[in-house]
């Protein structure tokens, strides 16, 4: 199974502040990608796909770079409840989905 | 309202006693998953169903079982319990969507399982 890599973190981050997360995935078949936000001890919840032109949802923005085999996801303006990890995941198609490890975002007033 | 509903939500046994932990959805989506997630390693799976009685093994079959004789229902069935099954368990679903791929995952609330 082809890998899904992330900065585990966390990143501690003031907030209002703006925050970048990356993620790399080494299967260059892959054709949908996604992140999903995992509260503590919760289960994980879709945030927003991620499309090829790039896409953007209120204060979060996702980024596909298909050449470099990465995404990314930019919070802008970050809240209190923004805090969260989140959880990169690519599907190499018919339901092979792989997900990243995460990375803890912390925001603190 | 649209949920996927596991139980038990908390469990603690004892090695080599069976046990299963139920999956259920209403909302009639093709794809059933179980993933397990531990410390470090993040969410990886354990088994999938794309419909009823099609199931297949996913990174970390070995020690559990599944099956899928509902579309709403997909047990997780561990045989023999041991000590490295105490993790926490997640079942989702999602639909199918014309490509081939799955739409949005759906997951339970989990099902954190210890193996004394």
């Known amino acids: 199974r082809k890998e899904v890599e992330q900065d585990p973190g966390p990143f501690n981050v003031p907030e209002g502040a703006t925050v970048a997360f990356n993620c790399t995935y080494s299967?260059?078949?892959?054709?949908?990608f996604f992140w999903y936000r995992q509260d503590c001890r919760k289960e994980p919840k879709l945030l927003m796909s991620?499309?090829?032109s790039g896409n953007e949802d209120g204060r979060f923005t996702a980024q596909l770079n298909r050449a470099s085999q990465y995404i990314s996801l930019l919070i802008r303006d970050s809240k209190l409840s923004d805090s969260a990890t989140y959880l990169c995941?690519?599907?190499?198609?018919?339901?092979?989905?792989?997900f990243g490890k995460g990375t803890m975002l912390l925001v603190s007033p | 309202e649209a949920q996927v509903t596991q139980n038990p939500r908390y469990l603690i046994t004892v090695t080599g006693k069976k046990l299963t932990v139920t999956c259920s959805q209403n909302?009639?989506?093709?794809?059933m998953s179980w993933y397990r997630q531990d410390p470090g390693l993040g969410l990886r799976q354990i088994y999938y169903?794309?419909?009823?009685?099609?199931?297949d093994k996913g990174d970390v079959p070995e020690g559990y079982k599944v099956s899928r004789k509902e579309k709403r229902n997909f047990p997780l069935i561990l045989e023999s319990p041991s000590p490295n099954q105490t993790s926490l368990y997640f079942c989702?679903?999602?639909?199918?969507?014309?490509?081939?791929?799955?739409?949005?995952?759906?997951f339970g609330e989990g099902s954190r399982l210890t193996v004394l």
């Open positions: 989702a679903s999602s639909l199918i969507v014309a490509s081939g791929h799955t739409g949005e995952l759906f």
């Open positions: 299967n260059s078949a892959s054709q949908s």
């Open positions: 991620v499309y090829s």
């Open positions: 995941v690519v599907s190499t198609g018919y339901s092979t989905l792989t």
């Open positions: 909302m009639n989506h093709e794809y």
């Open positions: 169903s794309m419909n009823v009685e099609v199931t």
